[in-house]
C-alpha cells in the first residue's frame, strides 16, 4: 500500500499520468507520463524518497530483522530500498507502449511467479482496468483519451 499512496499523491498533485503499473514481490513496472517536477524534485525522486522512508518506519515497527538487509554503507543514506539505476525506456510509438504494457500485465502469471492464473486476477496491476474499466485506487489513466 505504500507504494500504491506514493503514486495517488503523485496523481492527485498532477505531477504525473500513470497508465500501467505492476507490483511484484521484489520490483515494479511503472508506465508514467511525468507532468512536471515536484518542487525541485522529480516525480521518480519524490516516489522513491517517501517509499523509502516509509518502508524504513514500517520495517522498524514489525521487522527489524528484515530491515537490516536493506542497510547501505553510502556516505548518504543508511539504507537502501531502490536500484539508483531504475530502468526508464521512452515509449516513443504506440507499439512499444502496448508491448511493455502487455509484458507487464503478463508478469504476474508467468511460471516464475505464479501469483495468479489470469492478468486481471492480479490486484497490484492495471490489467483489470484495461479489461473491465475497474480502477480501484482510482489514479489511472487510459492511454488513449
Known amino acids: 500500500m505504500i507504494v500504491i499512496e506514493s503514486l495517488q499523491y503523485l496523481v492527485i498533485k498532477n505531477l504525473i499520468k500513470l497508465y500501467g503499473y505492476v507490483i511484484m514481490p521484489n520490483h515494479i513496472h511503472l508506465l508514467w507520463s511525468v507532468l512536471k517536477m515536484n518542487g525541485k524534485e522529480s516525480s521518480q525522486g519524490s516516489f522513491a524518497k517517501f517509499t523509502a522512508h516509509e518502508f524504513k518506519k514500517q520495517l522498524l515497527q514489525t521487522d527489524s530483522e528484515k530491515l537490516a538487509s536493506f542497510a547501505s554503507n553510502k556516505s548518504d543514506r543508511s539504507y537502501q530500498f531502490w536500484k539508483r539505476d531504475a530502468l526508464a525506456i521512452s515509449m516513443s510509438t504506440e507499439a512499444i507502449f502496448l508491448q511493455r504494457l502487455d509484458y507487464i500485465h503478463n508478469n504476474p502469471v508467468k511460471e ?16 483489470r482496468f484495461y479489461i473491465s474499466g475497474d480502477d480501484e485506487f482510482n489514479f489511472l489513466s487510459h492511454y488513449k483519451p
Do not use: F, H, I, Q
Open 112 to 127: 516464475r511467479w505464479n501469483l495468479c492464473e489470469n492478468p486481471e486476477d492480479y490486484r497490484w496491476s492495471s490489467a
